[in-house]
Structures are given as C-alpha cells and as structure tokens.
C-alpha cells in the first residue's frame, strides 16, 4: 500500500497543496520553473509522474516545500535517503 493518495495508479502530488499555500497559481510557478503549464496541471491533478529532471527541479524551485519523493512515490534521492 503506498502512503500517498491515488487518483487510479497515479498518485496525488504535493505541488497542488505548495501552489494553493503560496498562493501562485499553476502558470505563474509554469513561468518561474521554466516548465511547460500543462505538465504544471497534469501533476497537480495526479494525471502524471514527472521525470527525475522536472522533479529535481520543482524542488529546488519550490527550496524543498515540494520533494523529488513526494512527485515520484518509491524515489530516494541523495537527501531524502539520509
């Protein structure tokens, strides 16, 4: 049993939650990651995993609010293994 929420096999991420606390919308954090907005939607709907490199870089964007882990259920990164 995985400890995140699934919308069918695909799990809820935590970018939704980041996005509504900041209060950003998706496009305005699309713009400053430099990541195409439907991807921004797909992830924050739980349509889609990211690849490593997007989730790497949402965050570092987000300063580790939102983890590698948390959009790649099962992923350890160097950090988040410790």
């Known amino acids: 049993m995985t400890p995140y929420p699934t919308v069918g096999k695909v799990p809820i991420v935590q970018l939704a939650a980041y996005l509504k606390r900041e209060h950003e919308t998706e496009a305005e954090f699309a713009r400053r990651a430099g990541i195409p907005q439907q ?5 924050c709907r739980g349509e889609s995993v990211p690849r490593t490199d997007t989730a790497v870089l949402i965050e570092d ?6 983890r590698v882990r948390d959009l790649i259920p099962g992923h350890a990164t160097a950090a988040g293994a410790a």
């Open 61 to 66: 964007v987000t300063e580790g609010a939102v």
């Open 39 to 43: 991807t921004i939607n797909r992830l």
